[in-house]
């Protein structure tokens, strides 16, 4: 009988065998995935000061830490809470596996592991968390392959960056910056512990979720620490009554997500793994600008609205309401701040970049300008009475256009300056005759205007453009005759390698004293005229306003000594706002509030214009009420 169980024995441990060699030899998994680590590393953005913009990740948030980064106190923890053999042994821990297979055995399945911190590398990066005897000898044969292929610093520096530490931390050096905002170095033992006991059950010891079992788990990290006589009682007792401070933030911190998602699309097509490849991208953006930016783009949205009387009901004129904000360094067009709506959660359109719409009377300097060229001076008188022009429809239909003051008023004779500021359609258009209509539009073509109709209208704005484009153009203006494109990122940077940096891109195109002129105009625009509301007590702003028929769309675009800004509102369905609603009595006021801000955070900027020796109308009186100025929309004028 004896002899029977014997062979029985042997027969059933031979097919144990056979099967466990057959198993074996169907692994064909590359641990390579594990030797020749390449994890995908989180991409940061910085603004111009150097503070954190936004973290950039596709997948997994994970910030890595070389093994000679790591404190011993993590890898002493970590050890001594999952693998307190882990130097001695070969990969597998042969009592730990005796135990597990007898209560295996007891229960008749798989209920208790074993792993050391080598298998559960495997097992996180090479296998699935199934629970089957054939997993198991997968992973004990690959665990061999990894122990003879890397040394213990590497498999412990592959670990503590690849796992998951919980709240969408991957890796240790990123759950310490997110939970306790410090870098590993700067980590106390508290700390340490809880990190380092939370791959057990990351979701369950979030500290942000259940901080009552995240220190009990710290505390039993503690605990064994002083079992193993790793930490003296000192140490011990300090860190068992230490409570940390734990953030709960979100992983991106993306304080500007309309900057983000305009640099990183646009950077992607140069650098594919643009969000994986642990990039540092160091913008143009002042964080601190771009706080105040959104808050008073917002601020003009919540003023639109509470004049809308029909607000809640269907008869609504802002159902559809939003805005932009570009603004720019008018030296360099490097861009301060850039919001391309009032609430990226609700529309991530950015309507600073993609909003094609009409600027309105806010192209009239641009006519103007053409004038000053040719020799006219500030004062110089032209024509402010009515004029009819006949045009065809595309059917042939004969009709004629007839614009108007936006008071329909006509006062004979206006000075240049006059017509600019009080925004005078009639003189505007009577300019345009005067100069030639081919001179005008080679003009707007040269400081970059495209797709122009060949018609009168376009003195008043009948063309599109986005508040980029306009702010762009703009700089001709603020950058004394020089125009300079706008831009975003300043450098971009890889493993401390500088990968491309910014070159300022920029076009002489008028001479500064010609400049000097239209700025002192645009100065008594907001002094006296349109743009009223942007005015700022002790500090110049030169701009114009700008809104087209029926108030579908109303622009602001302006500048300091130092900044520039042009805001844009309307609705995105292009219908129409309500009555009364002009560049004058929602953006002019926005950019108002952005320059007042910004002095206060930024009370070093230049704040006046310098060299402006044109003379001021005394007599001038400040124009509150805002005027509306209204291009056709038929670009087929004949004259």
């Known amino acids: ?151 213990k610093e590497e498999i412990l520096e592959r670990y503590l960056n690849e796992v998951y530490f919980g709240h969408g931390y991957y890796g240790i050096r990123t759950a310490a910056l997110g939970y306790f905002h410090k870098d590993l170095n700067q980590l106390n033992l508290k700390e340490i512990a809880i990190l380092v006991g939370l791959p057990k059950a990351p979701s369950f010891y979030d500290p942000t979720k259940n901080i009552k079992f995240s220190l009990s788990r710290g505390n039993q990290v503690i605990t064994r620490l002083r079992t193993l006589g790793w930490i003296n009682d000192k140490q011990y007792n300090e860190a068992i009554n230490f409570t940390p401070i734990v953030y709960n933030e979100t992983q991106t911190k993306n304080k500007a997500p309309y900057v983000v998602e305009m640099v990183l699309n646009e950077l992607e097509v140069k650098y594919p793994d643009i969000r994986t490849g642990g990039y540092k991208i160091n913008l143009t953006i002042d964080v601190d600008a771009q706080k105040i930016a959104e808050d008073a783009l917002r601020f003009g949205y919540d003023s639109i609205k509470s004049r809308d009387k029909y607000a809640d009901t269907n008869k609504s004129k802002t159902q559809s309401l939003n805005g932009a904000i570009v603004v720019l360094d008018s030296a360099t067009g490097g861009i301060l701040a850039l919001s391309g709506g009032v609430d990226y959660a609700k529309s991530s359109y950015n309507r600073a970049i993609s909003a094609i719409r009409q600027p309105g009377s806010s192209i009239k300097p641009f006519v103007y300008q053409t004038a000053l060229n040719l020799g006219y001076g500030t004062e110089s008188e032209i024509s402010d009475v009515a004029r009819t022009f006949e045009y065809k429809t595309e059917d042939g239909t004969k009709k004629t256009w007839q614009p108007k003051n936006s008071h329909n008023d006509y006062k004979g004779f206006v000075t240049i300056r006059d017509a600019l500021v009080h925004s005078r359609n009639l003189a505007t258009i009577n300019l345009v005759m005067d100069i030639g209509l081919d001179k005008v539009t080679d003009n707007l073509k040269l400081y970059g205007f495209k797709n122009l109709p060949y018609n009168m209208s376009i003195a008043l704005g009948s063309f599109g453009v986005t508040p980029m484009q306009m702010s762009e153009m703009y700089t001709i203006f603020s950058n004394n005759g020089t125009q300079v494109k706008p831009y975003l990122v300043e450098s971009i940077e890889q493993k401390s390698k500088i990968l491309e940096k910014a070159i300022v891109q920029k076009r002489e195109l008028v001479e500064p004293e010609k400049i000097a002129k239209m700025t002192s105009i645009l100065r008594d625009v907001v002094r006296y005229g349109t743009g009223g509301g942007a005015a700022v007590g002790g500090v110049d702003i030169a701009g114009k306003t700008g809104t087209t028929n029926n108030s579908i769309d109303t622009w602001f675009c302006s500048y300091t000594p130092s900044v520039q800004a042009v805001v844009w509102f309307g609705n995105d369905d292009n219908k129409p706002l309500s009555g009364g609603e002009s560049g004058g009595s929602g953006p002019a006021r926005v950019a108002g509030q952005f320059y007042k801000n910004w002095i206060q955070i930024r009370p070093q900027s230049k704040r006046y214009f310098d060299n402006l020796v044109v003379p001021v109308d005394q007599n001038a009186t400040i124009e509150t009420q805002n005027l509306t100025e209204a291009p056709p929309t038929n670009n087929n004028v004949e004259f």
Not at 8 to 36: A, C, E, H, P, T
Not at 42 to 70: C, M
Not at 112 to 140: C, D, N, P, W, Y
């Open 1 to 151: 009988m004896k002899k029977k169980l014997t062979i029985l024995f042997m027969i059933l441990s031979g097919i144990f065998l056979i099967w466990v060699l057959y198993i074996i030899n169907q692994i064909r998994i590359d641990i390579n995935k594990v030797v020749d680590y390449n994890p995908s590393i989180t991409t940061q953005i910085f603004d111009r000061n150097n503070k954190l913009v936004a973290n950039a990740f596709d997948g997994e948030h994970r910030f890595y830490a070389p093994y000679k980064t790591i404190p011993s106190q993590v890898i002493e923890s970590l050890v001594a809470i999952e693998d307190t053999n882990f130097f001695e042994h070969g990969g597998i821990n042969v009592e730990a596996i005796y135990r597990a297979i007898i209560k295996d055995i007891r229960h008749m399945s798989l209920v208790e592991g074993a792993s050391t911190l080598t298998q559960q590398l495997v097992k996180t990066m090479l296998l699935t968390r199934e629970k089957k005897f054939t997993r198991k000898i997968k992973e004990v044969v690959l665990t061999f392959q990894i122990e003879a292929s890397l040394s």
